[in-house]
């Protein structure tokens, strides 16, 4: 068995396809979706990942704002630069690219963001809402996760699905998201003893640790959909992510590439979430 791959650049392209037509309409009616993303530092990675989001804004129709300090901004400079944000009614989404300097507080900066505006996802008010089921701005990546598989047309009800990591930006928000999907889940995690024992029982594999060939092909059931969320480098400095991908590609029934794989969906799930804020605003002014 060879595993079918679950295309991120393809299945991105098409759903900004989709985001540029309902950016149009809207802009027809005169209102513009507006995304403010704050960079503070010169973190080499953050600047790539800030300049892929405001490409995307631009590639899509939308007015994108994108702020850029240096590392020695206070806590309270950036907090005011954040309050002007919640105040300006041409932006709908806010962004404080992450890490910040050690200085800055960063998940007090995350709770000054607007939970209406808070399109990444990270505010308390956001995870509240993911996790009582209530309308809200899902995490960039685990959204786009969950997009990956209804893309596919996995029915997840009744299916047992192990994500492996507990962050706050993937592994907790993950499972809450497969939970209400109807799916069994587990949460697998550093402390976890014997990890291949659940990953074998597993219809659906979620591995989002950021370690190199956390999951091999011994611990991965015939058939599975296993998706990667890692990103590290090999000894020769080439991109891969935490599931041993040419190893688990002869196991598994459907399988993320890295790169081109969840990568590009967090991007363009920034880009849904900005479109969706922009839209609700527009229905309360149509209202």
């Not at 598994?252 to 979430?273: H, K, R, S, Y």
Request: with cysteine.
């Amino acid at each position: 068995m060879t595993a079918q791959l679950i295309d991120g650049n393809a299945l991105s392209r098409q759903l900004r396809a989709d985001v540029a037509q309902r950016v149009q309409a809207l802009r027809n009616r005169g209102l513009t979706p507006g995304l403010a993303v704050i960079l503070v530092g010169d973190n080499p990675a953050s600047q790539v990942y800030v300049r892929n989001k405001v490409k995307a804004c631009e590639d899509t129709g939308m007015h994108s704002v994108l702020e850029t300090w240096p590392a020695t901004l206070s806590e309270a400079e950036l907090l005011a630069r954040v309050q002007a944000m919640n105040n300006d009614p041409t932006i709908h989404g806010i962004l404080v690219q992450l890490p910040l300097p050690a200085h800055i507080d960063a998940q007090k900066v995350i709770e000054a963001i607007s939970p209406a505006k808070d399109v990444d996802g990270f505010h308390v008010a956001s995870a509240g809402a993911l996790m009582t089921g209530l309308p809200g701005f899902w995490p960039c990546t685990p959204h786009g996760c969950m997009k990956m598989l209804e893309h596919i047309g996995y029915e997840l009800r009744g299916k047992h699905a192990v994500v492996i990591g507990r962050s706050n930006i993937v592994g907790k928000p993950m499972a809450l998201m497969l939970l209400q999907a109807n799916a069994t889940v587990t949460v697998c995690h550093s402390g976890t003893k014997d990890l291949a024992a659940f990953t074998r029982q597993a219809d659906v594999v979620v591995a989002a640790v950021g370690k190199r060939n956390v999951l091999t092909a011994d611990m991965v059931k015939p058939g599975a959909v296993v998706i990667d969320v890692g990103m590290n480098r090999n000894e020769a400095g080439k991109l891969c992510g935490d599931v041993d991908f040419d190893g688990v590609k002869d196991v598994a029934g459907w399988i993320t590439p890295v790169p081109g794989g969840v990568g590009p969906m967090t991007i363009t799930m920034l880009m849904v979430n900005t479109l969706d804020s922009a839209e609700r605003q527009a229905g309360v002014q149509a209202g």
